[in-house]
C-alpha cells in the first residue's frame, strides 16, 4: 500500500543539497581566528557563534563537545510558537514525533530507532531530560514547554552521562532561570486555523544580593485542535484543547562555591478525547469497512469517508449501549458519569533540586533531586468509526485508562578541573517509581447483548496494573590530554534494575467470564518480577586539528531496560497464575516480559569553523546495531497486543549541520541533513507472520533536512524587522513494522516563516508567524483498525500531524 502526497519535494532536496555548496565556499576565503570560547561560555549563552551545551553533564561548547548534538535556543523557538515536543520535528531531522491515544500517550524516535507508542510500559528510547532530571514517561510528550532557554538533542547512544532509557538519544530541555536583574514580559498571540489563543508571561529578577527567583506561567487553549468530519456522530464536532502551565524557579547563592537551584512546575492539560489527529485510511479495496462485532452477529456501518489528507477526522462518540457505567479498581474515576462523550484530563507536578559545592578550587560535588507525579484519565473509541443510525453514535472499542506515576531520582555527582592533562567524573543514580495502568475496556463489546447482570456496568472489564522499579547505576569517566591536540575520553556506567509488577481484575462482564476464554473477577497474579544488569562503556578519541577544527571517534553502548507488559487482556492466558505447579506460574509470567534492549557502535566526526568563525560545518558518520529492539504490535482482527523483541536493527548515516553569519548585515542562514539508512539487519518475524530482515525501519526516511534564513534589518533608530524562513524536507518511508508492504509515507515539503516588527532593544514586538504553510497532512504511524471482518478489512489507523496554523502575536519586555 502507497501513499501519495508528494508536492514536487526534489526542488526543495536541490535546494537543500545546493545549501551545502553555499555554505562551503563561504568558509573558503580566510582562515579562522582563534577565539577563547571560555570568555563567551556563560552557561544559557546561545550567540551564533558560541552555543553552550551539557552534552556531558558540564558546560561545553557545541564545537568542542565531541558529540552529534542539535541546539535549538528559546528565542528560536519564541520566534517560531514552538510550544509542543512535536514541533521541533521540523528543526531535527530523523526526528518522528507521535502525540496521542492510549498506551504511552506519544512515541519519539531517532535515527529510525524509538519505543512503541501502544504500550505504557515500555520506557523510551530516546530519554526525555527535564532541567537535568530524565522522566520515564512518554505521557509528557503532550505536556509541551514554555519559558525555555534552549533545547538539545543529543543523537546515538548516551548511557554514560544519561543512563537507561538513552540507548537512542536525548531530549533535553532547559527551562529559563532568574535574570541578574528585574524583568518582566508578557506575550499573547491568536492562531486563526484551530482558533485558539496563548496568553502567558513571566517576571524574574533579584530578592537580595544573593537570591533570585523567576516566575511564569502560560495557558493555551484552541477551540478546534481536531475538526471532524461533516456529519459525524459526536456531540463535540471540534474537539478543543487546554494547556496551563506554570513554573517558579528559586536561585540562591548565599556563598562563593555554593548554589542552590530549585525548580516546582505544574501543568494540567484537557482535552475532548485521547485520539488527536488519528485519520482512517481505506486500503487497496478502497472502502470503509465495517465494524464486524460478536463474531459477525453484529455488524456497524463505519460511516467514514476515505478521504485521508483533508485534515478532516471522523471520532465518533460512544455507542449507547456502551456509554452506561464505568468500573474502576483504584477508586472514584473522572470518567463516570461522561455519558459516551470522550475526554482527556492530565496532571502533573514536577520538582527539581539542584546543588552545586566548589569543594576545592579544582574539585566539585554536584546532586541533582527529581521528583514527578503524574495522574492522567481520559475516555475514547478505539474502532474510530460507527453510526448505528442518523445521528446515533456507534464508536466502540471504548477504553478508560487512568495512568498514575510517581517517581523520585537522586543523582550525585563528583568532577574535577585539576587544570592539567587529566580530569574524571565519579557519581552515581538511584531511581525510585511507581506506575498504574487501571483501564476498564471494551474488546468485545458485549454490552450490546446487555449489561452485566450484576453490576450494571456496560464495560468488558476492569484491569489494573500496578509497577514498582528500582534502578541503581554507578559511572565514571575521565578525560585525558595525551597531547596538546590528542584527547582521550571515556568512562563506563553500571546498571542495576528491577521491577515487580502486580495484576489485578476485580470485574469481568459476566457474560464474558462464564466462558473459557476469560477469567473471573476478583482475579489477582501476585508478583511479577523482573531484573537485569548492564555495563555500559564509551570511549573517544578527539583531534583538534586547529583552533577551529576537530575531529573524533567515538565508540558507544546503550542500554533499555526489558520489563512487564501491561497490555495483556484478562483472558485465558492469565490461568496460569492460579496453577498449583510452579513452572506453569513461572511460564505465564515470563509471557508478559520483554528483554532489555541493546546498542553498540560508533560515529566519526568533524566540527569546524571558518571565515571568523561566521561559517560553521559539523559532520558526523555513524553505525550502530540495536539488539533485541521492544517492538509491540496490534492485531486488529483478534483485539490482541504481541509483545516482543526485534532481532537486530542496523542504523547508519550521515549528519550535517551548518550555520553562515552572512556579510550582510543581520542575516544569517543554517541547515541540517541527514541521510539514513536504519533496516531490520537479522531475522525479525512480525505479527502477520513475515520476515522483516533486510527491510526499513518505521519513521526512517533515507533524506531528510532543513534550510532556514533569519534577517534582522534596522528601521531607523529604534525599531527592528525581522524576517524568518524555514523550509522542511522528509523523504519517504515506512509507517508501520507489520509486513514487507506495509503503508509508505510519499516524501513531502512543508514550509514556516515569520515576519515581525518590534522595538531594537526588545522592549516590544509585534508579529505574523506561519507553521506548514504548505498545509502538508503526513503520516507519523499505522496500524491495523480494531474490529474488522477476517480476510476481509484491511483499513488502516493512520496517525498524522496538525495542519496549517497562522498566529499573530504580540509581546512587551521591561
Not at 552534552?55 to 557545541?62: K, M, P, S, V
Not at 505479527?687 to 526512517?700: H, S, W
Amino acid at each position: 500500500m502507497t501513499k501519495l502526497m508528494t508536492r514536487n519535494p526534489s526542488a526543495l532536496r536541490a535546494a537543500l543539497l545546493g545549501g551545502v555548496a553555499v555554505f562551503a565556499i563561504a568558509g573558503l576565503p580566510a582562515a579562522a581566528h582563534a577565539q577563547d570560547a571560555d570568555t563567551s561560555a556563560e552557561e544559557g549563552e546561545f550567540d551564533g557563534n558560541v552555543i553552550i551545551v551539557q552534552a556531558r553533564r558540564q558546560d561545553e561548547t557545541l564545537q568542542e563537545v565531541p558529540v552529534t548534538v542539535t541546539a535549538i535556543s528559546g528565542e528560536v523557538l519564541e520566534k517560531y510558537g514552538v510550544d509542543q515536543v512535536a514541533d521541533v520535528v521540523g528543526r531535527v531531522p530523523t526526528l518522528n514525533v507521535q502525540v496521542g491515544g492510549s498506551g504511552s500517550g506519544g512515541q519519539i524516535s531517532l535515527r529510525g530507532v524509538g519505543s512503541s507508542n501502544i504500550s505504557a510500559a515500555f520506557d523510551s528510547a530516546v530519554a526525555f531530560d527535564f532541567d537535568g532530571v530524565q522522566v520515564s514517561t512518554m505521557r509528557l510528550v503532550q505536556a509541551g514547554f514554555f519559558d525555555t532557554q534552549q533545547i538539545d538533542v543529543l543523537k546515538g547512544p548516551q548511557s554514560l552521562f544519561f543512563g537507561k532509557s538513552a540507548s537512542a538519544g536525548v531530549f533535553s530541555i532547559r527551562s529559563a532561570d532568574p535574570t541578574s536583574t528585574w524583568e518582566i514580559g508578557a506575550k499573547g498571540s491568536y492562531e486563526f486555523e484551530e482558533k485558539g489563543y496563548v496568553v502567558g508571561g513571566y517576571i524574574s529578577g533579584p530578592l537580595s544580593d544573593n537570591l533570585g527567583i523567576r516566575v511564569a506561567a502560560q495557558y493555551n487553549d484552541i477551540d478546534e485542535f481536531v475538526e471532524l468530519q461533516p456529519g459525524t456522530p459526536a456531540v463535540n464536532q471540534f474537539r478543543g484543547q487546554k494547556n496551563f502551565v506554570g513554573r517558579a524557579t528559586i536561585d540562591w547563592e548565599p556563598t562563593p562555591g555554593f548554589n542552590a537551584n530549585l525548580k516546582v512546575q505544574y501543568v494540567k492539560n484537557e482535552g475532548d478525547g485521547a485520539i488527536q489527529h488519528s485519520d482512517i485510511n481505506c486500503g487497496p479495496n478502497g472502502v470503509a469497512d465495517s465494524v464486524f462485532l460478536l463474531g459477525g452477529g453484529l455488524v456497524i456501518p463505519a460511516g467514514n469517508d476515505c478521504n485521508d489528507s483533508d485534515g478532516l477526522y471522523y471520532l465518533p462518540d460512544t455507542a449507547p449501549p456502551l456509554a452506561g457505567s464505568v468500573p474502576t479498581a483504584t477508586g472514584p474515576t473522572l470518567a463516570e458519569g461522561f455519558n459516551g462523550v470522550p475526554f482527556s484530563e492530565t496532571e502533573l507536578w514536577f520538582a527539581r533540586m539542584k546543588f552545586d559545592f566548589e569543594l576545592t578550587d579544582s574539585l566539585s560535588l554536584v546532586s541533582t533531586t527529581g521528583f514527578v507525579d503524574l495522574d492522567a484519565t481520559d475516555v475514547d473509541n478505539y474502532s474510530y468509526v460507527g453510526i448505528l443510525g442518523p445521528g446515533v453514535p456507534g464508536g466502540v472499542g471504548t477504553s478508560d485508562p487512568r495512568n498514575t506515576l510517581e517517581q523520585y531520582t537522586q543523582e550525585i555527582r563528583l568532577q574535577s578541573d585539576f587544570g592539567g592533562p587529566i580530569n574524571f567524573m565519579v557519581g552515581g543514580f538511584y531511581e525510585w517509581r511507581k506506575f498504574l495502568f487501571d483501564t476498564s475496556q471494551q474488546a468485545v463489546n458485549i454490552s450490546f447483548v446487555a449489561p452485566d447482570p450484576i453490576t450494571g456496568f456496560t464495560f468488558d472489564w476492569d484491569k489494573a496494573q500496578e509497577t514498582k522499579t528500582e534502578a541503581y547505576s554507578l559511572f565514571g569517566s575521565a578525560i585525558i590530554e595525551l597531547t596538546d591536540k590528542f584527547e582521550l575520553s571515556g568512562g563506563v556506567r553500571w546498571t542495576d534494575e528491577s521491577k515487580v509488577s502486580r495484576i489485578s481484575v476485580p470485574y469481568v462482564h459476566a457474560f464474558l467470564s462464564a466462558g473459557p476464554a476469560f477469567i473471573d473477577s476478583g482475579f489477582f497474579s501476585g508478583p511479577i518480577d523482573f531484573q537485569d544488569s548492564n555495563w555500559s562503556p564509551e570511549v573517544t578519541l578527539k583531534y583538534q586539528a586547529s583552533d577551529d577544527v576537530n575531529v573524533f571517534a567515538s565508540f558507544k553502548t546503550g542500554f533499555k531496560s526489558g520489563g512487564i507488559d501491561n497490555s495483556a487482556l484478562p483472558s485465558a492466558s492469565l490461568l496460569g497464575f492460579g496453577d498449583a505447579d510452579p513452572a506453569v506460574r513461572q511460564a505465564t509470567a515470563d509471557a508478559l516480559i520483554y528483554q532489555s534492549e541493546t546498542a553498540i557502535g560508533g560515529e566519526i566526526g568533524v566540527k569546524s569553523q571558518f571565515n571568523d568563525r561566521s561559517v560553521t560545518l559539523n559532520a558526523t558518520a555513524y553505525y550502530y546495531v540495536f539488539d533485541d529492539l521492544q517492538v509491540q504490535n496490534f492485531d486488529a482482527v483478534n483485539i490482541q497486543f504481541q509483545t516482543l523483541n526485534a532481532g537486530e536493527v542496523t542504523s547508519k548515516g550521515v549528519d550535517l549541520e551548518m550555520r553562515w553569519i552572512t556579510p550582510v548585515e543581520g542575516l544569517s542562514l543554517s541547515s541540517n541533513l541527514s541521510y539514513l539508512d536504519a533496516a531490520f539487519s537479522d531475522t525479525f518475524v512480525a505479527g502477520l507472520g513475515q520476515d522483516l530482515d533486510g527491510r526499513e525501519v518505521a519513521r526512517a526516511p533515507e533524506f531528510s533536512g532543513n534550510i532556514a534564513a533569519d534577517w534582522s534589518i534596522p528601521v531607523g533608530d529604534t525599531l527592528e524587522l525581522n524576517l524568518s524562513g524555514n523550509a522542511i524536507y522528509s523523504g519517504s518511508y515506512f509507517t508501520n513494522e507489520d509486513t514487507l508492504t506495509d503503508l509508505r509515507q510519499d516524501s513531502y515539503v512543508t514550509f514556516d516563516a515569520q515576519i515581525s516588527i518590534g522595538d531594537a532593544d526588545g522592549k516590544w514586538k509585534l508579529a505574523l508567524v506561519g507553521t506548514n504553510l504548505a498545509d502538508e497532512i503526513w503520516i507519523n504511524t499505522s496500524g491495523g483498525r480494531p474490529f474488522l471482518e477476517p480476510g476481509v478489512g484491511d483499513d488502516l489507523v493512520v496517525t498524522q500531524n496538525r495542519g496549517r496554523q497562522i498566529f499573530v502575536e504580540g509581546s512587551v519586555r521591561f
